[in-house]
């Protein structure tokens, strides 16, 4: 057996023929693998593909079933239609800056629209009503005719700025609630995106974690998720989700986000960066307020605090003046 393989081995015949049938092996795998590995990216393509339609009815069919429970978007009263296109209050009422402002307040779509100029036209009209029935009628101060129109003329006046006072109030609440929340929203969605979730999948997974810190928050990303899902250009749905909130933070990250996409960085180090400089603004605002607490609390203590230490401190002393005498 042995001196039969030694044959085969020094024989040259066999020695070409095993060669040629390595290279034809070669030659099949050299065409064969490149064929397969083709076939396997087309496999994860189609598998992201379906896993991309399957994110995307998810989301749809959970902001459904949320639409049901709490509607992100304001019905207005029919009347309150009705009242606006009759007098076509979007004309002479209705800005862009008030669109703009109304979404960072929270209230969204057309209906939220309808109900502020509705309110614009309603409350100037009704202060002025209000204040000609009280200066005319209950109780006019001993004024003068000019005096008393034009304290109606001011409430008329106070009704128009009302509204806008309203939403810029609730701008700054809304805005502060996510402030606050922020730093910690970029340190989850940073761990769920070096975790190897799609952005997707991370801003979906923060809207639900973030929401007990703040719940306006929470919205902006749910609904950056669903923009995500249906628009065909992903850098719309981070505009749209700055325009939303108004912050310089949720602005750098959007920047960060479209870079990377575009240009292929790493977001991961941008987001960490990001983290940072938030979780460093948050702390140089509490400092800020804590270093203006000294000069906000001198009147105070002046006027409280300083005449009981000197009834506290003299009075004793007033009391034995007195005994003596």
Known sequence: MITLIVSRITDPQFLLALLAAVAAAATVLTIAIPLTEGSSLQRRMKSVATERDKIRARERERLNRQGERVSLRHEPKAFMRRIVERFKLGDWLGTENAKRQLAMAGYRGPQAEIGFLFFRLAVPVGLFLFALFYVFVVNGFGQSFMIKVGIAIAAAYLGIKAPEIFLSNQISKRQ????????DALDLLLICVESGMSIEHAFRKVSTEIGGQSVALAEEFGLCTAELSYLA?????YENLVLRTGLEGVKSLSTALVQAERY???????????????????MNAAEKKAAALPPKLTVPMIIFFLPVLFVIILTPALIQVFKWK
Do not use: N
Request: zero cysteines; glycine letters at 6%.
């Open 176 to 183: 502060s609630s996510m402030r606050q929340a922020f730093p």
């Open 233 to 237: 250009e992903r850098k719309v749905a």
């Open 264 to 282: 292929g960085t790493p977001i991961g180090t941008a987001l960490r960066t990001l983290a940072q400089e938030s979780r460093d603004q948050r």
